[in-house]
């Protein structure tokens, strides 16, 4: 504050010797200058806050234009008043009536107070460079608010996408075990040491936002090898996965859901339940193709679980248009495809 009143007494002091530096020109009569300059201070002063702290604000700001230009009119009349009065009181008390030694810059009016309005424009104009500042750096702070209280969302959402995969994941594996041990198979204690390492990666790597490909493909061959166990002799299954770099990563649990819709919905023909996985990656594409077995008069095969539900959504926030996700029926199959774009520029 105190550095704010020090701005303005050095700005109003400039001013003063600016006025005496103008009405001095053409003339010797300097005691009259300096008593004509410190008079037409208070005017200047008032006319210059009134339009920069009440008019300019309160209605040119906010668009009423008509009531700013009247009650500018109304101050460019008043101050016209008092000028006069300076000047005739100035001629009165220091010149006896006498004008003819009264310096030329003083006697004509117009030219007083344009130089009045000119300095009240100028602190004018300042204030609104300064108001149009202020109002685009609150913008643009209130701009990031948004756009971090969206990604907060956005991450929120994303998190709760993945606490859902979690239950349903496990619930359908522990079905598996379950029927094992009713059935006190010997495998039993396989499965739960490949549940084991898959209950790892779900509670250490799912919440990264990015894990290699391979490790996805490792966690898919391991699903896999459970439901081989569960559905024993009555499953076909072939899987082929590229070779793919360690550094390309991609969100972990994307691949997961197509290959477990197609155990969980997929149909015995011929006695069999047939599974073919192929991943593939060339030039930073990636895709997924899961083909089973599908008896197209069972309606359960088409219908969208929550698992591809979450795909989606998950998909749609980690790589928004840059990934494909279809899916097809033709006689005793279906085909589920996911193709993901440009993981070698955005690695997950």
Not at 38 to 58: E, G, K, N, W
Not at 95 to 106: G, H, L, T, V, Y
Request: aromatic content about 14%.
């Amino acid at each position: 504050m105190a550095r704010k009143i020090a701005l303005h007494l050095l700005f109003w002091i400039g001013v003063w010797f600016l006025y005496i530096y103008f009405f001095h020109y053409n003339s010797e009569d300097r005691p009259y200058v300096i008593w004509f300059s410190s008079l037409l201070m208070p005017v200047t002063i008032a006319v210059t806050y009134t339009l920069s702290y009440f008019l300019i604000p309160r209605f040119l700001l906010e668009k009423k234009y008509g009531k700013f230009v009247l009650y500018t009119f109304y101050v460019v009349l008043a101050s016209s008043y008092w000028i006069v009065l300076i000047i005739y009181g100035c001629l009165i008390f220091l010149k006896k009536w006498d004008a003819s030694n009264i310096p030329p810059m003083i006697k004509n009016f117009f030219f007083v107070i344009i130089l009045v309005y000119l300095v009240a424009g100028l602190v004018s104009f300042i204030t609104i460079l300064n108001h149009n500042f202020r109002t685009a750096q609150k913008n643009k702070e209130l701009q990031n608010k948004i756009l971090e209280a969206q990604l907060q969302l956005k991450d929120q959402e994303l998190q709760y996408l993945k606490m859902q995969i979690h239950p349903h994941f496990l619930f359908n594996t522990l079905n598996t075990i379950y029927g094992l041990s009713m059935k006190r198979s010997a495998q039993t204690p396989d499965v739960i040491l490949k549940l084991s390492n898959l209950l790892d990666y779900i509670l250490y790597q799912v919440s990264k936002p990015g894990v290699s490909v391979q490790e996805e493909i490792e966690h898919i061959r391991e699903y896999t090898e459970l439901e081989r166990i569960r559905f024993k002799e009555t499953l076909k299954t072939s899987f082929h996965a590229d070779s793919i770099d360690p550094d390309i990563q991609i969100a972990p649990m994307l691949m997961i859901p197509l290959v477990e819709n197609a155990f969980k919905h997929g149909s015995i023909v011929g006695g069999f339940l047939s599974v073919d996985t192929t991943i593939q990656y060339n030039n930073g594409t990636l895709t997924l193709s899961v083909k089973n077995s599908f008896l197209s008069s069972e309606e359960n095969g088409s219908k969208e679980g929550i698992g591809i539900s979450n795909l989606k959504k998950r998909l749609e926030m980690h790589y928004p248009g840059a990934f494909e996700l279809k899916s097809s029926i033709s006689e005793n199959s279906y085909l589920s495809s996911l193709v993901i774009f440009n993981l070698d520029n955005n690695h997950g």
